[in-house]
């Protein structure tokens, strides 16, 4: 099984996720897929890529939820090689990447086929496995971490919510513009096979930014006057943006640096408590510059540039 791009009149066409089940507190189904995925502890495993915007999310739900001890996870060497991601071993080691815990498997595509057998589609990171099952729930991250918010508050250690249900219009609202301009957007720029597609996707990318910036010069969070899902999506395209997507995805119009209240906004979101320990900005350079071969062909992972996202605040905290 092999990992293939596609794209049509030169734009990049990300697949759909083909596992949709829903965990839920008392095993009901959810909102797609079928129901007996009950919210226990020990239950469940996450499979994640450090290097993968989508994966970081879930890890930062995780920690943030207090989920550590009740969803163990295993995370794939950041090299990913044409036959998908692969999980480190004894030949195979990389500070960082783990062995598969649960199954074993040396590729991740093992565990699609173990879960459908016959699977064709696109093998992808966050993966969410039902250990009592023996299948995949889910492999779309904005439906893991919806799960992680809630479904489990019963075995979490925080009661915070990220997705209240006063702010839900407006949080699903801004999560769909900033999806397909800025979270996919980069990736449309740079797996983008015509100037003109990667110029349209360019374009749009740094009018969204522009925009960002402006909001975010008027108040703290994107939506209402506290974090929320909306902010965790957006962050964790913004923390690589400097260091892969400026140069790499060729985003070169403006640096994160180059707008203010943005990366202000980037490093206040970098700082609260256990979200830096889920950024491994190692991971995330060298799986992009060595494993895309097609964009970098000499697969030489740059030194810098060196950013420091716990520099002290400079902007005034908006009430």
Known sequence: MKVAFKTRDGEFIRPDSGFRNWVTRDGS???????????????????????????????????????????????????MPEESWVFADADNAYPGATQDHVNGAHYLYENYLKARPGFNGQVTVPVLWDKKRQTIVNNESSEIIRMFNSAFDACASSDRDFYPEALRAEIDRINKEIYVTVNNGVYMAGFATSQRAYEKAFDRLFATLDRLEQHL????????????????????????????????????????????????????????????ETVNMDHIKYHYYASHTKINPTGIVPKGPEIDFMLPHDRQRLS
Not at 239 to 245: E, L, N, P
């Open 29 to 79: 189904a959810g909102p797609s897929g079928e129901g007996d995925f009950a919210a226990e502890a020990g239950r469940y495993h996450l499979y994640v890529s450090h290097a993968c915007p989508w994966a970081h999310r879930t890890l930062i739900f995780r920690k943030l939820k207090g989920l550590e001890e009740a969803i163990s996870v295993s995370v794939v060497h950041p090299l």
């Open 217 to 276: 010069s008027k108040q703290r969070y994107l939506v209402g006057r506290q974090i929320t899902e909306a902010d965790w999506r957006l962050f964790t395209t913004l923390v690589r943006f400097d260091a892969v997507y400026y140069s790499h995805f060729k985003c070169n119009q403006k640096r994160l640096m180059d707008y203010p209240a943005l990366w202000a906004y980037t490093r206040e979101l970098y700082q609260v408590p256990g979200v830096a």
